[in-house]
Each structure stands twice: as structure tokens, then as C-alpha cells.
């Protein structure tokens, strides 16, 4: 059994940005055999459930009306970093394209849909300190 840092959003918490959730039943699933530990980092960096939508510019999150919110992005990274380490995780699940937990691929910051390459920020900060990170759709890839 294997204690797993999981997007709420993706356990049917209603935490994203529009005030609903990304309910994903595989990931639920997890919880059969391993403990799951549910995080929204946007909410644990202190914004409000709903909120205006928020991309990756430049190495800064900022909303689709232009607020800068990466020190709320950060907060909110490094609370989800603490209870990984805490709990001792195996990695965690979090929400594919997220700009706090997309892997690999992300909104390009342009608020038209496009992607392109990179992490989000809890994202990052979970792969700079050991834990691996996979998104909704890459749970054939998990090891334990």
C-alpha cells in the first residue's frame, strides 16, 4: 500500500476553477489498494473555488483578466510539497494541463486552448524534490 498525493478535482471535489470537478473514476480506483491524500493547490495557496482561470506567462501565473497569482500558485505548491514529504508519498496524480499540476504539457498562456511543453508549478516542485508525477491519463505508467 502506497500513500499518493492526488488532485482533488480528479476525486470529485468540486475545487476547480469553474466550481466543479474533473471526477475520474481510475483514480478513485487507486484508493482499493493505496492511500490516497486529496490536494487542490490553488485553494491550500489561498484562492477561492470558483476563480477567474490562470495560465503560465513567462514563468509567472496570471489570470485570463491579467492578476498575477503565482505567489498564491507557490503557497499553495509548497503546502502540497510538505504533505508529500509528510506522508512519505510514492508519487502523486494530479490533473493533466493544470497550471499548478499539469506534467509535460500545460496551457501555453494564451487562454485559446493551445499547449505546449512544461509543468505546472506544484507540478515542478513535486519532480525538483523526488516525487514522481503522473496526470490522470498515464496510470499504466505509475510504479510503486
Do not use: W
Not at 18 to 44: F, K
Not at 115 to 141: H, Q, R
Amino acid at each position: 500500500m502506497a500513500n499518493i498525493i492526488v488532485s482533488a478535482c480528479l476525486l470529485g471535489q468540486p475545487c476547480t476553477y469553474r466550481g466543479d470537478s474533473n471526477y475520474c473514476a481510475e483514480v478513485c480506483r487507486l484508493a482499493e489498494q493505496h492511500t490516497l491524500i486529496a490536494v487542490c493547490p490553488e485553494q491550500m495557496g489561498g484562492l477561492p473555488v470558483p476563480r477567474p482561470p490562470a495560465e503560465i506567462v513567462g514563468g509567472q501565473v496570471l489570470t485570463r483578466d491579467g492578476r498575477n497569482v503565482t505567489a498564491e500558485y507557490r503557497r499553495g505548491a509548497e503546502a502540497v510539497l510538505r504533505l508529500a514529504q509528510c506522508h512519505t508519498a510514492s508519487c502523486a496524480v494530479l490533473k493533466a494541463r493544470s497550471p499548478s499540476c499539469g506534467k509535460g504539457q500545460i496551457y501555453d498562456g494564451t487562454f485559446t486552448g493551445q499547449k505546449c511543453a512544461g509543468n505546472g508549478i506544484a507540478a515542478e516542485m513535486l519532480l525538483d524534490n523526488g516525487v514522481p508525477v503522473y496526470t490522470e491519463e498515464e496510470l499504466d505508467d505509475i510504479q510503486f
